[in-house]
């Protein structure tokens, strides 16, 4: 029986999936990979099932001249701290789990779309503090969602997903920047720039892959093209955005606020985004929910068992 190494605590019906196939290895620690970890991960296992934060870089697979594991059977559908063509130069397929995180990350846009708008982490925080002293007319007034025009930067199966809810959900008007046009089943307008939609939305929504690609493909110049009263929602990748220039962006109010999920350096999350009222941040909870991780991991081991078998991965990258 094949060796595999899971990098991570996953859902018990996870573990016993691939206890059925495999002799399988959990690592306990919920944090990322050493450096000796993922050097021993391809020495030591037949496949590893990594995710977020397990860095292998080509470095990694440099040090590891004949690789014992022959597949990273990647935990969700981001695989940018992978180096998929120093795997594939040492022998290893790599895969991912798209699909099944769809509709969980769509929804923490919406509710970090509605948080920055009408002001509801900054409502709590004064409720939670003792400091509310009741309801009167002009309190908390924030910005109303419904009807507005929001700006989706990339298209793919988690952008077309917002998309969806802001149409049918909430009257909104879709823009969008993609490499190339979508056919919808609503109205959505394809925007040639990315400053151009800055410009013309309300809400501009990151739905875009990591990666070298897309590193801070949100700057400065998007946030000067924003309109004041707008907010910036992020529930992609950090490092697609130039966390300093949102923070000046924020500070000399260019922009209304943000919602954010992700972050350049994460976990670490700067003091200047902390601070400020009109920004939510939460913990990188786009696929927390127990069926959708259940069923990420669920399609990682289908990656692997088709490994296991000679069969092309269904999810291969």
């Not at 870089?57 to 059977?73: G, M, N, Y």
Request: with cysteine; glycine share 8%.
């Amino acid at each position: 029986m094949k060796t595999l190494l899971i990098t991570r605590p996953l859902p018990e019906t996870v573990i016993a999936a691939a206890q059925a196939h495999f002799a399988v290895t959990v690592r306990q620690e919920t944090t990322p990979l050493t450096s000796g970890e993922l050097r021993s991960s391809l020495r030591d296992y037949d496949a590893v099932l990594p995710t977020l934060g397990d860095l292998y870089d080509a470095h990694v697979f440099a040090d590891v001249a004949t690789p014992r594991a022959q597949i990273l059977a990647n935990f969700g559908v981001g695989y940018n701290h992978i180096d998929t063509d120093a795997a594939k130069q040492a022998g290893l397929q790599v895969s991912n789990t798209p699909g099944a995180v769809t509709d969980a990350t769509a929804d923490i846009a919406m509710t970090l779309m509605l948080m920055s708008c009408r002001r509801a982490g900054e409502g709590e925080r004064i409720v939670r503090a003792g400091a509310w002293h009741g309801w009167h007319p002009t309190q908390f007034l924030g910005m109303h969602m419904s009807g507005k025009t929001v700006g989706i930067v990339g298209m793919g199966r988690i952008g077309q997903a917002i998309a969806k809810r802001c149409h049918f959900g909430f009257g909104m008007t879709v823009k969008y920047v993609n490499r190339s046009a979508k056919t919808m089943d609503f109205p959505a307008e394809q925007i040639t720039t990315l400053q151009d939609l800055a410009a013309q939305v309300d809400i501009l929504v990151v739905a875009l892959p990591g990666g070298a690609d897309t590193r801070h493909l949100i700057n400065a110049d998007t946030f000067d093209a924003m309109q004041p009263h707008a907010h910036f929602i992020n529930i992609a990748r950090g490092e697609i955005v130039d966390e300093a220039a949102l923070i000046t962006a924020l500070q000399t109010q260019k922009i209304a606020g943000a919602g954010l999920d992700v972050y350049e350096f994460e976990p670490k999350v700067p003091e200047a985004l902390i601070a400020m009222e009109n920004v939510t941040l939460l913990p990188h909870l786009g696929t927390a929910a127990l069926e959708v991780r259940t069923d990420m991991g669920l399609m990682a081991v289908d990656n692997l068992i088709a490994f296991t078998k000679g069969e092309p991965l269904p999810n291969g990258v």
